[in-house]
Each structure stands twice: as structure tokens, then as C-alpha cells.
């Protein structure tokens, strides 16, 4: 297991800022309904081979555009245990539930899964390879995948889960055990299918939104074990983590489980300050798309400068749904240009302090005490 050195571990870490645009937004400039995207493998080519260009036109080079890929379904590995995916008509994939109990749903998990068969896998399997042969030049992504342990435990029980362990922890954590191990099975078989190694030697990330909904008591027993089992099982490399909602109480785990680097995500009672202050873990701070209507161009940028003087390792955003305007270009570009500025500056030795003399009054009032906008 690669354990990192977390006295030198942040300091060390390279700053990066990129923006990426979204399918959200290919299908909002395209005008394609988001359930043909999801049942309609001619749907999904025509997003990206019309949408991509069009996108490229209204942001320029500096946005990253989409590689054309297979619907984005997190839900993937449930469907394969027996869980419905269900597709409404103007939204996000969402699925049903497992089982009744908390019994039925550890006797389901030790059956095994005839994975390639299971599910809607064989559809997705033949939606990309659709694909494929439109963009014989590009390598399409395969997008059918699953979530972390504690996610899928609420994927499988829903709001039970959260009672599950008071009312029976040592059934809960054959559960948890199960899960995961069922993770790690349908992970193998998905590198197995791209002719890769099972395990990842070089590295391996975790999703899982829903650990940040345990209380910090918790986490020694109904978390860490089986985030520990996840990585044990996938990698010997390094580790990394997308966990969106952590509290500052919450952010001491983070070095336990030898993250190189944590993506904070959407957290809103964490800020880029309190992050640096209660883990050395790197991480790097994101400004959503539903952010931008209450930031001025200026402000954007003030973003990017207060987020490194605070300890961010770097910063992001997303061109996503309702970003298919002239202002939300403006303000993008000016995101992007603080980054590079900010680059330049700590390329030449400044410090993050020097950094954060570039944010306006406006931004400086703003982040972190009026953040996020209420």
C-alpha cells in the first residue's frame, strides 16, 4: 500500500485549474431530451458530434469538451444485483429498491452476479459499441458504473439504512462487508472487460457521497473499515476521494484512509480555510454551476485567488446545464484566466498570501463569510 508523506504531501502537490463542459450542457445546446440520450444510442451520437462543436464555438479552447461516451449511469452496479433502473421523461436515472429488509438484502448479496448478463449491462455494452463505430477515431467511455460502499448501502435500503446501525450493527457490517466485496467483484469485471488488470497498481478513486451522512462516532465502525476493504481490494497504488458534504469534524479521516488527494466537492459547510487547517490531505475546490448567477466575472476570479490563498491545491469547474449563455462565458473565461495567472505567480515563487492580494474587496467579503450565497 503506498502511504503518503503528509508533512511534504501538500506543499509538494502541482496547482492545476481546468474546466470541463458536461453532457448536461451538450444536451441543453443540442436541444436532445436527456431520456433519448439515456435509451437511444442514436441520441447519444448525435449529442456529441453536434453538440461538441457547437460547444467548442460558444467557449473556445480553453473549456475541455466531453469524449463521447455511454450514458452516465451511477447505478450500474446495483442494477446488476436486481435493482430496476427507471428513466423519467425531463430528469437524472433513478432506480428501485432491493428488498424490504436488511435480511434480505445480505441473503441477495451473497448470491453470486453473472455480471455480463445482469442487468442493463448488455444493453450499455451494445449502446457503446454503437457508438464506437461512429467515432472510430476516438476511444468512446464506458459510463455504466457504480458508487462507494456507504452510497450503495443507501442505494439498496434507502432512508433504513441510517437506522440500520442502531437497530442491528452487526448485521450492518456483513452487510457493508458484502457490498463492498460486491463492488470489488464488479469493478474486476469491468477492467477484466477493457483488457486491464483487476487491480489498479498505479491508483484507484472512491465516490461516496453518502459516508459524509454518518456522524463521526460512527465512522471507526460503519466506515472506515469497509473504505479500507474498497481500496485494499482495488488498488496497492494511490488513493484518492470524491466525498461531497463533510463537516469539519469529519475531515480528521481523511489521513487514515492515505488519501493523496480529496475533492470536497459540493460541501457547504466546509470552506477552502477550514479544509488546510484539519487535514493535510490535498484537495482541490470546485465552483458549481449553479453558482455562477450570484458572481460577477470579477468575482469568479476573486474565487480562484482566495481558494489557493487558503490552502486549495487547486481549483475546477464544470460547464453545465443553464451555462449555455454569453455571461456564463464571460465569467468562465475570467475563472480560467485567474488560473493561469495564478500558475504564472507560483511558477515565478509567490506565496499563497501574495495570492490573495489579487482578490477585490468584493471577493475577499465573500469568500469564505458570505459563502456559498444564501
Same mark, same amino acid.
Given at each position: ?21 458536461? /453532457? ?5 445546446? %443540442? ?33 475541455? #469538451?466531453?469524449? &463521447?461516451?455511454?450514458?452516465?449511469? $451511477? /447505478?450500474?452496479?446495483? =442494477? ?20 424490504? $429488509? ?8 451473497? +448470491?453470486?452476479?453473472?455480471?455480463? =448478463?445482469?442487468? #442493463?449491462? &448488455?444493453?450499455? #455494452? ?18 455504466? *458504473? ?16 441510517? /437506522? ?27 477492467? +477484466? ?21 454518518? $456522524? &463521526? ?18 488498488? %496497492?497504488?494511490? +488513493? %484518492?476521494? !470524491? ?14 484512509? =492515505? ?5 470536497? $466537492? ?13 487535514? +493535510? ?7 458549481? =454551476?449553479? !453558482?455562477?448567477?450570484?458572481? %460577477? ?20 469547474? /464544470? ?33 499563497? *498570501? ?9 471577493? *475577499? ?8 450565497? *444564501?
Amino acid at each position: 500500500m503506498y502511504k503518503p508523506d503528509y508533512n511534504v504531501l501538500r506543499k509538494e502537490a502541482k496547482f492545476s485549474c481546468h474546466v470541463s463542459a458536461s /453532457y448536461l450542457a451538450l444536451l441543453e445546446i %443540442t436541444g436532445i431530451k436527456i431520456k433519448e440520450m439515456f435509451l437511444n444510442p442514436s441520441a447519444g451520437i448525435e449529442l456529441y458530434k453536434k453538440g461538441r462543436p457547437l460547444l467548442r464555438e460558444m467557449y473556445g479552447p480553453d473549456v475541455n #469538451m466531453p469524449s &463521447p461516451s455511454s450514458p452516465p449511469i $451511477s /447505478y450500474g452496479h446495483v =442494477n446488476t444485483l436486481g435493482v430496476e433502473l427507471m428513466f423519467p421523461d425531463d430528469g437524472e436515472v433513478n432506480h428501485g429498491t432491493m428488498a424490504d $429488509s436488511l435480511e434480505e438484502c445480505v441473503e441477495i448479496l451473497k +448470491r453470486p452476479v453473472d455480471f455480463p =448478463n445482469a442487468g #442493463m449491462f &448488455p444493453f450499455y #455494452m451494445e449502446y457503446r459499441e454503437k457508438m464506437q463505430a461512429a467515432f472510430p477515431d476516438k476511444k468512446v467511455g464506458f459510463a455504466y *458504473k457504480g458508487e462507494g460502499p456507504l452510497t450503495t448501502a443507501y442505494l439498496l435500503r434507502r432512508d433504513n439504512f441510517f /437506522y440500520d446501525p442502531y437497530d442491528n450493527p452487526g448485521l450492518t457490517k456483513d452487510f457493508l462487508g458484502l457490498i463492498t466485496d460486491s463492488i470489488i467483484k464488479f469493478n474486476y469485471f469491468l477492467r +477484466r472487460s477493457e483488457g486491464l488488470p483487476e487491480i489498479n497498481p498505479e491508483s484507484s478513486g472512491l465516490a461516496d457521497d453518502v459516508a459524509s451522512m454518518l $456522524s &463521526p462516532e460512527l465512522w471507526p465502525e460503519f466506515v472506515l473499515p469497509f473504505l479500507e476493504q474498497y481500496y485494499n481490494g482495488l488498488t %496497492t497504488g494511490k +488513493r %484518492t476521494a !470524491h466525498i461531497e458534504d463533510l463537516r469539519p469534524s469529519q475531515l480528521q479521516f481523511l489521513e487514515k484512509l =492515505n488519501l493523496v488527494a480529496y475533492d470536497p $466537492s459540493v460541501s457547504a459547510k466546509l470552506n477552502p480555510k477550514t479544509i488546510s487547517q484539519m487535514t +493535510r490531505v490535498p484537495f482541490s475546490w470546485r465552483l458549481c =454551476n449553479f !453558482h455562477y448567477p450570484d458572481l %460577477t466575472a470579477e468575482e469568479t476570479a476573486d474565487f480562484v485567488y482566495q481558494a489557493v490563498a487558503d490552502g486549495a491545491n487547486g481549483v475546477f469547474s /464544470y460547464v453545465c446545464h443553464g451555462m449555455c449563455n454569453n455571461e456564463s462565458v464571460k465569467k468562465v473565461h475570467s475563472f480560467i484566466s485567474a488560473g493561469k495567472k495564478v500558475e504564472a505567480m507560483l511558477g515565478k515563487g509567490a506565496s499563497p *498570501k501574495e495570492i490573495g492580494e489579487l482578490a477585490s474587496d468584493s471577493g *475577499k467579503r465573500k469568500f469564505w463569510d458570505n459563502w456559498p450565497p *444564501k
